[in-house]
């Protein structure tokens, strides 16, 4: 059974920082491309930042400079590092794993104040 367990989330004043993680049971990790999505009421889920098994990284326009994913595959999990927070960060952020399938975590909340 797959299961991806995000935490992390909360609160945070615009400027501010958290860190997101996401453990990944019941795949291959070491193979598996990993994600980072965020969905706000009312409009699709989209894309933040993903990194390939090789390491590979890709970040949507609006978080370059501020976001960074990373993965340790010693641990199963990857992260997502956000500084400079901004009000439009906020939303529920999701995990997201492809191997042989795609899934995705319960989401973890994260709200900007400005």
């Known amino acids: 059974q797959v299961q991806l367990v995000e935490s992390g989330g909360g609160l945070v004043q615009a400027g501010g920082s958290l860190r997101l993680s996401c453990v990944a049971s019941?795949?291959?990790?070491?193979?598996?491309?990993m994600g980072w999505y965020r969905q706000v009421p009312g409009k699709q889920r989209e894309l933040v930042a993903v990194?390939?098994?090789?390491?590979?990284?890709r970040y949507v326009d609006s978080v370059k400079g501020r976001f960074t994913i990373s993965r340790d595959n010693a641990k199963n999990t990857v992260y997502l590092q956000m500084n400079s927070l901004k009000p439009e960060d906020t939303g529920v952020y999701y995990c997201?794993?492809?191997?042989?399938?795609?899934?995705w975590g319960q989401g973890t909340q994260v709200t900007v104040s400005s």
């Open positions: 997201h794993a492809e191997n042989w399938g795609a899934y």
């Open positions: 019941g795949i291959s990790f070491r193979v598996a491309h």
């Open positions: 990194i390939t098994s090789g390491g590979v990284t």
